[in-house]
Nanobody
Framework: QVQLVESGGGSVQAGGSLRLTCTASGSIFSTNAMGWYRQAPGKQRDLVAW???????VYAGSVKGRFTISRDNAKNTVSLQMNSLKPDDTAVYYC????????WGRGTQVTVSS
């Protein structure tokens, strides 16, 4: 069974940067589009960025120009570089396939203070 482990979260001030990494225990990356999702307290989980197996990327409007998603299929990892962070980016961040076909991991907390 594939497991997803997210890491790299933390607490930063507005304008700061963080890099999140997701590692999968199985070989799912080579054929699946992968996404980063986030869930703020009291809100639904939303997709913020995704990347195809070929490296094409799509971003939600709220993060476009500030976040960059990348992947390393050989290492079974997908990363999210987050720059110019805002308090509204505060959330628990998760990775999953596009369509969320795998059991969710525990996520990683990102807290941005003003």
């Amino acid at each position: 069974q594939v497991q997803l482990v997210e890491s790299g979260g933390g607490s930063v001030q507005a304008g700061g940067s963080l890099r999140l990494t997701c590692t999968a225990s199985g070989s799912i990356f080579s054929t699946n589009a992968m996404g980063w999702y986030r869930q703020a307290p009291g809100k639904q989980r939303d997709l913020v960025a995704w990347i195809t197996s070929f490296g094409s990327t799509v971003y939600a409007g709220s993060v476009k120009g500030r976040f960059t998603i990348s992947r390393d299929n050989a290492k079974n990892t997908v990363s999210l570089q987050m720059n110019s962070l805002k308090p509204d980016d505060t959330a628990v961040y998760y990775c999953n396939t596009l369509g969320a076909t795998i059991d969710w991991g525990r996520g990683t907390q990102v807290t941005v203070s003003s």
